[in-house]
């Protein structure tokens, strides 16, 4: 059982930044594939980035390659969002998933974090 809990958003104007956290419990989060996700007002969630157990494999969406980076800490079991450059259309509440392979599904989310970016 991996329980994920979500910080760092806020509102922040264009061009700033901010860096997402997200704490996991349980033993074995050193083992779990991490992604980020999002959702607008009326709009889908959609895949942000994610991360490998290890670190050593990491993809992010084309609509924040180079200004989003996601990595983790294993000792400190939490993964970040490093978020530069952030524009309007960034705003969304912001969840953390956590899957026990890349090649099954998220099964553990966390509650999310409003990020609002201002023009």
């Known amino acids: 059982q991996v329980q994920l809990v979500e910080s760092g958003g806020g509102l922040v104007q264009a061009g700033g930044s901010l860096r997402l956290s997200c704490a996991a419990s349980g033993r074995t989060f050193s083992s779990y594939t991490m992604g980020w996700f999002r959702q607008a007002p009326g709009k889908e969630r959609e895949f942000v980035a994610v991360i490998s157990w290890g670190g050593g494999a990491r993809r992010v969406a084309n609509s924040v390659k180079g200004r989003f980076t996601i990595s983790r800490d294993n000792a400190k079991n939490t993964v970040y969002l490093q978020m530069n450059s952030l524009r309007p259309e960034d705003t969304a509440v912001y969840y953390c998933?956590?899957?026990?392979?890349?090649?099954?599904?998220?099964?553990?989310w966390g509650q999310g974090t409003q990020v609002t970016v201002s023009s």
């Open positions: 998933a956590a899957k026990p392979s890349d090649y099954t599904e998220y099964n553990y």
